[in-house]
């Protein structure tokens, strides 16, 4: 992987560039902002190759956060980054402090992913996958954490929404160049936990994993993370992460072979006044 900074250098560009295809984007002092529509959640980061932030610059893109009407959500890599932790929390911001994880190629343990199922985009499925992927998701995070509960086939189900003509074809268009990958678990039967990888050149970011309450902590979670770890790295990505909620959820991924390399920060005001941040690998199970 290269010397530390090397690492935190190439997930510095990885960051800077996803949310790019799919984001406005704008530029104030040290900070760039992504706004983003739909259901994707709009925020600030560090920007790449600028001075380290200072109290002032969080202020102003705070104000034009507000002015658009955006949440006031800040993320960045405490190492890539360490002076803005102090000054987001001296603002009364408050500051999710999230395991970074980094995959140990050697550590995958023989058949790890043999639970879950990867998605092929040219298979007729492929639709209905994605959509059950989706509804997976929605009610997993909705029950967020590793707390086995009621919520299962029924819930999912119900949130399972048939894909627009326009959604469905970048989908495909994504899985088919290798910029997306998914999977599911179990591998047979309806599936109950779900996730993705994207991927830049040659790193790939695991999120999105999640588990419908009623099925967690049979190991399902795990499944779908290492057969997307496994997918990233026989397919040339050098570089796979991911990020856990919780270092309850990062357990899970250490047992597939990630090892804690740092710590992701999402910082957001009080609850009492704030919007939810974006929700990491925080629905695993």
Not at 105 to 119: K, N, T
Not at 194 to 219: C, H, K, M, N
Request: proline share 8%; aromatic share 6%.
């Amino acid at each position: 992987m290269g010397s530390v900074r090397g690492l935190f250098d190439r997930l510095e560009r990885f960051y800077d560039t996803v949310p790019r295809d799919g984001a406005r984007v704008a530029e104030l002092g040290s900070f760039v902002l992504f706004v983003r529509s739909g259901t994707h959640a709009s925020y600030a980061r560090p920007r790449t190759g600028s001075a380290a932030p200072n109290a002032a610059d969080l202020a102003t893109m705070r104000a034009q956060q507000r002015e658009l009407g955006l949440p006031e959500v800040f993320e960045w890599v405490h190492e890539s980054t360490p002076d803005l932790l102090p000054l987001a929390e001296a603002g009364g911001l408050v500051v999710l402090r999230a395991p970074l994880l980094v995959l140990d190629p050697a550590a995958v343990p023989p058949g790890a992913g043999d639970r879950a199922r990867l998605l092929d985009p040219d298979r007729p499925r492929f639709a209905a996958d994605v959509a059950v992927r989706r509804a997976i998701a929605q009610v997993g995070f909705g029950s967020p954490g590793m707390l086995v509960g009621p919520a299962g086939a029924v819930e999912r189900d119900a949130a399972t929404v048939a894909l627009a003509a326009d959604d469905l074809a970048g989908e495909r268009r994504w899985h088919r160049s290798g910029r997306v990958a998914s999977a599911l678990a179990p591998a047979r039967g309806p599936a109950l936990s779900s996730g993705l990888f994207q991927r830049v050149d040659d790193v790939a970011e695991i999120a999105g994993v999640a588990t419908v309450p009623a099925a967690r902590r049979i190991g399902l979670a795990g499944a779908v993370t290492a057969a997307l770890a496994i997918r990233a790295r026989d397919t040339g990505a050098g570089l796979v992460f991911l990020t856990a909620g919780s270092d309850e959820v990062a357990r899970v991924y250490e047992r597939v072979g990630f090892r804690r390399a740092g710590t992701a920060c999402i910082a957001e005001p009080p609850p009492a006044s704030a919007a939810v941040p974006p929700t990491y690998s925080t629905g695993a199970g």
